[in-house]
């Protein structure tokens, strides 16, 4: 089992220090639209560590996906300092450095499911058999053995949507960035999509960012929980998560979980206006 990154994990057991893999200062970003200036950030501070499992919670709007984009290089910043593995979000992006899994699935519906998970590694020239390798391997690891032949039309959204995190494990990234994945699922399926994901984050020992509009979902998944205030999105409080890796659904019923719940709530109530 994979063991959370830090100094000392109460058990007499010395980990490695925590080594940080995504680093922001005073990061701002100011969309210029036809109307008015947008300020989506602002005065942005945080660093991630590497094995973390950290949620971007706010009201719609916030800038939490504007975030995402910017540790992507998808959004350039106006202002401040960010630096991801030690590069710059561009040199991350050529490295292959991340694998991204959006809102919607984005599958090909011409394409099989294999060989949907194998579109990425095409386009990276990988041989063959390193291709169907890590397709048969990476929908093992979303529990999707038997279903390569089968098309995305021909499956429910949330396998859909496993099929796409199987994608982005495909490039075989250290760091995952998720953008609300399971918002347009069931409650029941979402549950049972968080229990995976857990599952696959104990196991990978990857360093996942996930953006949610969810308080139970964010405490759940989390190691870490950032909470972003109203546009422009500043982040009011950076809760530790530190409820045991194995954790199952039940654990929401817990004093523990609720009291966490409590101050992700009180965070975002302390950011959010009520008067328009
Ligand atoms: N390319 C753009 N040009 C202008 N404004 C933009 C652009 N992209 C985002 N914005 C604005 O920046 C703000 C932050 O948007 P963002 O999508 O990051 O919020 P969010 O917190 O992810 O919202 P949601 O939870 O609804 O997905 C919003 O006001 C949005 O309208």
């Not at 922001?24 to 639209?33: A, D, G, P, S, Y």
């Not at 499992?53 to 540790?71: A, D, E, N, Q, Y």
């Not at 984005?106 to 998970?117: C, D, G």
């Not at 089968?150 to 949507?161: A, D, E, I, T, V």
Request: proline share 7%; glycine share 8%.
């Amino acid at each position: 089992m994979h063991r959370a990154v830090g100094s000392d994990d109460g058990t007499g057991v010395v980990t490695a220090p925590a080594k940080p893999v995504i680093e922001i200062e005073k990061l701002n970003l100011v969309f210029q639209t036809p109307d008015a200036p947008v300020h989506a950030l602002s005065d942005v501070d945080l660093t991630v560590n590497a094995g973390d499992f950290v949620s971007f919670i706010g009201p719609s709007g916030c800038g939490k996906t504007t975030l995402m984009r910017v540790i992507a290089d998808l959004e350039t910043p106006t202002g401040g300092h960010i630096s991801v593995n030690g590069m710059t979000p561009r040199e991350a992006r050529e490295q292959r450095a991340y694998g991204y899994v959006f809102q919607a699935p984005a599958l090909y519906p011409w394409r099989t499911v294999r060989k949907n998970v194998m579109l990425p590694l095409e386009i990276m020239g990988l041989d063959k058999a390193e291709q169907e390798r890590r397709a048969r391997d990476n929908l093992a690891l979303v529990n999707l053995e038997g279903f390569e032949k089968k098309f995305p039309w021909q499956l429910s959204g949330g396998m859909q949507q496993r099929v796409s995190i199987a994608r982005a494990l495909s490039v075989e990234p250290d760091l995952l960035l998720m953008d609300e994945p399971f918002g347009a699922l069931d409650e029941i399926t979402r549950d049972h999509l968080n229990e995976q994901l857990l599952r696959l984050w104990d196991q990978t020992g990857k360093t996942v960012i996930f953006v949610t509009h969810s308080i139970p979902e964010s405490v759940f998944l989390s190691s870490k929980i950032v909470v972003m205030s109203p546009r422009p999105g500043k982040i009011m409080d950076v809760i530790d998560c530190d409820l045991p890796r194995d954790r199952k659904l039940d654990i929401r019923e817990t004093p523990e979980f609720l009291a966490i719940a409590h101050r992700v709530r009180e965070g975002l109530r302390a950011g959010h206006s009520y008067d328009d």
